[in-house]
Nanobody, 124 residues
Framework: QVQLVESGGGLVQPGGSLRLSCAAS????????IGWFRQAPGKEREGVSC????????YYADSVKGRFTISRDNAENTVYLQMNSLKPEDTAVYYC?????????????????WGQGTQVTVSS
């Protein structure tokens, strides 16, 4: 059974850091791209970052470039999202999702399997 489980969310002050994890089971992550998406209250879900399997290419939304870093550990079947210099506008539920091989931009319909999400709250 394919499953993605996010963890690492929580409450952090502005300027702080968090590292989210997306643990995969039921399939080998080596062959799959992982995207991170987020949904803030009252807003549509949006793409944040993605890492491809084929060449490890990474992609970031303009709003997080220079602050977030995506990485993967195929041995652990896990993808990470390191979030630094967090801002209140980063507050959202963060989801990871997967599709075969390559990232597909922020078109959520291209990502077949989704996790349940982890809450990130940035507040003083």
């Amino acid at each position: 059974q394919v499953q993605l489980v996010e963890s690492g969310g929580g409450l952090v002050q502005p300027g702080g850091s968090l590292r989210l994890s997306c643990a995969a089971s039921g399939f080998t992550l080596n062959y799959y791209a992982i995207g991170w998406f987020r949904q803030a209250p009252g807003k549509e879900r949006e793409g944040v970052s993605c890492i491809s399997s084929s060449d490890g290419s990474t992609y970031y939304a303009d709003s997080v470039k220079g602050r977030f870093t995506i990485s993967r550990d195929n041995a652990e079947n896990t993808v990470y999202l390191q979030m630094n210099s967090l801002k209140p506008e980063d507050t959202a539920v963060y989801y990871c999702a997967t599709r075969y091989r390559r990232c597909a931009g922020w078109d959520q319909n291209q990502y077949k399997y989704w996790g349940q999400g982890t809450q990130v709250t940035v507040s003083s």
